[in-house]
């Protein structure tokens, strides 16, 4: 046995960590925001003196809690099993077998990686688990992490490679690296990453603390109180509406680009990927650094994404699905978020596929799904004639983006097509952002023909994939006869057929 | 690269050699199904159905609102779907346990038909509730891996037959489907 397994050779029930309770006591200080409404409370009804001791208690009661916890927690790494006994009053007795577990994620928080400690979660990928927190040890030293993940990674491969690779399982280090990303392909990729979220965030902290705050930057008084200053500005912006508007709308845009590119760096600094001997291992994060590795046995299928900018540069985003899902509860796993054409397809071929080539002929669906969108396109005409009818001129809006809707429906529609190889389906759809997601036969669970009220006028269906994993497989506007002919194709390729 | 090749137009023909999936004679849902569909839609209806009737004459009647319309309206919806609408879907409900899949059709607006192949299957169960145990029936609930559509209901099955479907099904399961 190798030298990580020495250090977690422990068959009795351990601990986490005593150092955990240290970062449990930096974590008392954000818990006592919570408090701060109480502890004014306790100021103004019962005089200034009582609230340090009030503090004083809240902390202790908070300390108390947390080693309460760690007192009660304890974890077991059995030949085959992980066993977790939890809980302060009511006890959580809980075995994960590796041979369910999907994932070994490790992050480590700024705290933890001062303190050199590390979060495991043990992810079984069961598909009714809601948060998908079926096992979380916070937390281990960096060292055991790695060893109970190793320890899984070495159990997995013994099942799923009879050859035992095993100098590349207890070699991390010599895992070659299949895709990394240099700080400018991150700034690059964070240029792609536009996002306006950041505006919610303000919106809900000027909402939060109203009255906290001196000022009102949503109150048309502070915008005129801070422009009063210079009435000859006031005068230019007012005669000229446009200039704030172009102002506006390049604040916009820069806000919008600087935070994707924050929000990239963040979390896709240092972006590798390792090709382990059962599956890729991806490390990646600025502050927070996550390590998850993913079994390629479990990936079902691949989504290949990219937009208008992008497609223009040669760059696309690479994504697997498996019934593991990813940080921050994403369905697909993050595999490249910005890789270039060959790049894409090496990745791909790791999971066993492959991007239809140019010569591929590819299969429009039906032009009857214009009808869906013409039903729909029916609900705003409607409603803005009937404004317009009890005489409000804005219900001319519903009716102007009417055919709007419809001319974006027929864009899309005239990209959706989708190609069968005879042992793997790619479907493409969307014309501004694109998304090409490849499918092997060998990952349907089930087949599904729908046909609605409305398909049924136009002969057509809706062919729905059952897959372990992932955010749903399904062509809509097949004709009925081909969606039945590809469902058949599909499922004797897919090698359950007898 | 791939994804600007422009797409070719709207096939004309069938791309792929027809199959007899949508030929195999099903086997129908027992009769007594019929009346398990009415009870379970008249049960969730009826409360809705009064609730309307009731509003419309002691709310909108006395305070001289157009009324009437809902107290013949409702009613007759209520009819529609107890009475007719089991009774169609109920032709359009069937089975077939295909040498290596279970084929599973069901409804009449929304149409569904569900391919699973046995060697898919992760667990099976046979359900009889209190309405279908009082009128000799059985579902036959198969569940798999996937993260849509992963429960298929065979509903209206005779209780002898979704025995046999189930032990028929589990020979064919897989230890790990994995």
Same mark, same amino acid.
């Given at each position: 046995?190798?030298?990580?397994?020495?250090?977690?050779?422990?068959?009795?029930?351990?601990?986490?960590?005593?150092?955990?309770?240290? /970062?449990?006591?930096?974590?008392?200080?954000?818990? /006592? #925001?919570?408090?701060?409404?109480?502890?004014?409370?306790?100021?103004?009804?019962?005089?200034?003196?009582?609230?340090?001791?009030?503090?004083?208690?809240?902390?202790?009661?908070?300390?108390?809690?947390?080693?309460?916890?760690?007192?009660?927690?304890?974890?077991?790494?059995?030949?085959?099993?992980?066993?977790?006994? *939890?809980?302060?009053?009511?006890?959580?007795?809980?075995?994960?077998?590796?041979?369910?577990?999907?994932?070994?994620?490790?992050?480590?928080?700024?705290?933890?990686? #001062?303190?050199?400690?590390?979060?495991?979660?043990?992810?079984?990928?069961?598909?009714?688990?809601?948060?998908?927190?079926?096992?979380?040890?916070?937390?281990?030293?960096?060292?055991?992490?790695?060893?109970?993940?190793?320890?899984?990674?070495?159990?997995?491969?013994?099942?799923?490679?009879?050859?035992?690779?095993?100098?590349?399982?207890?070699?991390?280090?010599?895992?070659?690296?299949?895709?990394?990303?240099?700080?400018?392909?991150?700034?690059?990729?964070?240029?792609?990453?536009?996002?306006?979220?950041?505006?919610?965030?303000?919106?809900?902290?000027?909402?939060?603390?109203?009255?906290?705050?001196?000022?009102?930057?949503?109150?048309?008084?502070?915008w005129i109180g801070l422009l009063a200053s210079?009435?000859?500005?006031?005068?230019?912006?007012?005669?000229?509406?446009?200039?704030?508007? #172009?102002?506006?709308?390049? *604040?916009?845009?820069?806000?919008?680009?600087?935070?994707?590119?924050?929000?990239?760096?963040?979390?896709d600094y240092g972006f590798t990927l390792t090709r382990t001997a059962t599956g890729l291992r991806r490390q990646r994060g600025l502050t927070t650094r996550s390590d998850v590795l993913l079994p390629l046995a479990k990936v079902r299928a691949a989504k290949v994404e990219t937009g208008p900018v992008r497609r223009r540069l040669g760059f696309y985003a690479v994504q697997f699905e498996s019934l593991a899902r990813d940080e921050h509860k994403q369905a697909d796993h993050v595999i490249a978020p910005l890789a270039t054409d060959g790049e894409a397809n090496d990745l791909l071929a790791l999971a066993a596929m492959q991007r239809p080539d140019a010569s591929t002929a590819w299969h429009r669906v039906h032009p009857a799904l214009m009808a869906g969108y013409a039903f729909v396109a029916c609900l705003p005409v409607i409603g803005g004639l009937t404004a317009v009818s009890f005489g409000q001129p804005l219900g001319w809006i519903g009716v102007a983006i009417a055919p709007l809707f419809l001319l974006a429906g027929w864009i899309g529609w005239r990209r959706t097509a989708w190609t069968w190889d005879g042992r793997q389906l790619a479907v493409r759809s969307g014309a501004w952002r694109q998304d090409l997601r490849l499918l092997p036969a060998s990952s349907i669970e089930s087949a599904d023909v729908f046909i609605g009220p409305l398909a049924r006028r136009f002969a057509i269906a809706t062919l729905t994939l059952g897959v372990a994993g992932g955010s749903g497989h399904s062509i809509a506007a097949l004709r009925e006869a081909d969606a039945r002919a590809l469902r058949h194709a599909l499922l004797s390729a897919s090698g359950a057929a007898a | 690269m791939t994804d600007i090749t422009p797409p070719v137009a709207a096939p004309e023909t069938v791309l792929l050699p027809v199959h007899d999936d949508g030929e195999t004679a099903l086997q129908p849902c027992q009769p007594g199904f019929v009346h398990v569909m009415r009870l379970r839609t008249a049960m969730l209806l009826i409360g809705p159905v009064v609730g309307a009737v009731l509003i419309d004459q002691l709310v909108l009647k006395p305070k001289g609102l157009p009324s009437g319309f809902l107290t013949v309206a409702a009613p007759l919806l209520f009819l529609l779907f107890v009475a007719i609408a089991p009774q169609r879907r109920f032709l359009r409900i069937g089975h077939a346990l295909l040498p290596d899949r279970l084929r599973a059709v069901d409804g009449y607006l929304f149409h569904r038909d569900t391919l699973v192949p046995f060697a898919r299957v992760q667990h099976i169960d046979v359900t009889r509730g209190p309405l279908e145990r009082m009128f000799g029936v059985a579902s036959l609930v198969v569940h798999t891996a996937g993260t849509h559509n992963s429960i298929v209901t065979l509903p209206g099955l005779s209780p002898g037959d979704a025995d046999a479907m189930r032990e028929t099904i589990r020979h064919h399961i897989r230890a790990d489907p994995a």
């Open positions: 046995m190798s030298d990580t397994d020495a250090a977690l050779a422990h068959s009795e029930p351990q601990k986490l960590h005593p150092l955990t309770l240290v /970062m449990a006591l930096v974590r008392v200080a954000p818990r /006592m #925001v919570g408090a701060i409404p109480a502890l004014v409370g306790i100021g103004v009804t019962a005089g200034g003196q009582y609230v340090v001791p009030a503090i004083a208690v809240i902390a202790i009661a908070s300390l108390i809690g947390s080693w309460l916890h760690w007192a009660r927690f304890t974890f077991q790494i059995a030949d085959d099993e992980i066993r977790i006994d *939890s809980g302060v009053l009511s006890r959580t007795h809980r075995a994960i077998p590796f041979d369910r577990i999907q994932d070994v994620a490790i992050e480590r928080s700024p705290l933890a990686r #001062v303190l050199g400690m590390a979060r495991v979660k043990i992810e079984t990928g069961a598909a009714g688990a809601g948060d998908g927190e079926e096992g979380v040890l916070d937390a281990l030293t960096l060292a055991d992490a790695e060893a109970l993940r190793d320890r899984v990674r070495q159990y997995r491969s013994g099942v799923a490679l009879p050859t035992g690779d095993n100098a590349a399982v207890t070699a991390p280090a010599d895992d070659p690296v299949v895709y990394t990303m240099s700080v400018r392909r991150v700034l690059t990729a964070g240029l792609f990453n536009f996002s306006l979220g950041i505006f919610a965030v303000l919106f809900g902290l000027f909402q939060t603390f109203d009255d906290v705050l001196p000022f009102d930057p949503f109150a048309k008084d502070f210079d009435n000859r500005l006031v005068q230019i912006i007012a005669a000229h509406q446009w200039i704030a508007a #172009v102002a506006g709308a390049i *604040s916009l845009l820069f806000l919008g680009i600087a935070t994707g590119v924050i929000r990239s760096v963040i979390r | -």
